[in-house]
């Protein structure tokens, strides 16, 4: 069966620090990659998504940046944080070429400080 | 452009009320739309989508593309329906957009 891993589930960095989240899908081959970020009151805002190995759409123009250098990896990153990256960040998959849904991680909570 | 609205941020009833949770929705073409759940400490996961026309936890959610709207009900609302509910919207892209969600609290 398919899962997903995300990690970390919590941390809290300093204002200009880098960040690097990563998420990992088993079980499955080609799948479309998605980071959301959760902000308070604010919803769930896709920030990047890829289709294939180093191909990356960002949805929003920020602080961040994400690569995938394999397949079933996808990584979120930023080389200064600021206060306002602080929120929930969710990555999730889907099949490709299909709107069966998505799935998923368990998300990480970053304060930034 | 597609965009989703959920007009509620807090919703509150008592368990046994109906329950109704509003979303609209704007996307020129023909959209597909979902309701993913979030229960407290759990998974952000799906719980409904239209093209199913299936009830689920005995919700159900209606697409009117008449008033753009797809709304969740649920006829008689459980304390275990408390959650965080989201309406998303998939175009041609098949990129999911999602409303800024609903926290339900069922009372007891």
């Known amino acids: 069966s398919q899962t997903i891993h995300q990690w970390p589930a919590t941390l809290v960095q300093p204002v200009g620090s880098p960040l690097s989240l990563e998420c990992t899908v088993e079980?499955?081959?080609?799948?479309?990659l998605y980071w959301y970020r959760q902000a308070a009151g604010r919803g769930l805002q896709l920030l990047f998504y890829s289709i294939g190995i180093d191909q990356i759409s960002s949805e929003v123009p920020q602080n961040l940046s994400a690569s995938r250098p394999q397949d079933r990896q996808f990584i979120l990153s930023s080389k200064k944080l600021l206060l306002s990256d602080s929120g929930f960040y969710l990555c999730a998959w889907s099949v490709r070429r299909t709107v069966v849904g998505y799935t998923f991680g368990s998300g990480t909570r970053l304060t930034v400080v | 452009a597609q965009r989703v609205t959920q007009p509620e941020k807090l919703l509150s009833v008592f368990k046994g009320a109906p329950v109704e949770l509003k979303c609209n929705y704007s996307y020129s073409g023909s959209p597909e739309l979902f309701w993913y759940v979030q229960y407290s400490r759990q998974r952000l996961q799906l719980l409904l989508r239209h093209i199913s026309r299936e009830s689920i936890k005995g919700f159900t959610a209606d697409l009117n593309k008449g008033e753009t709207s797809f709304h969740l009900k649920k006829p008689f609302a459980q304390e275990e329906d408390s959650a965080m509910y989201y309406c998303a919207l998939t175009g041609s892209a098949r990129q999911l957009t999602f409303g800024s969600g609903t926290q339900l609290t069922v009372l007891p």
């Open positions: 079980g499955t081959s080609n799948p479309n």
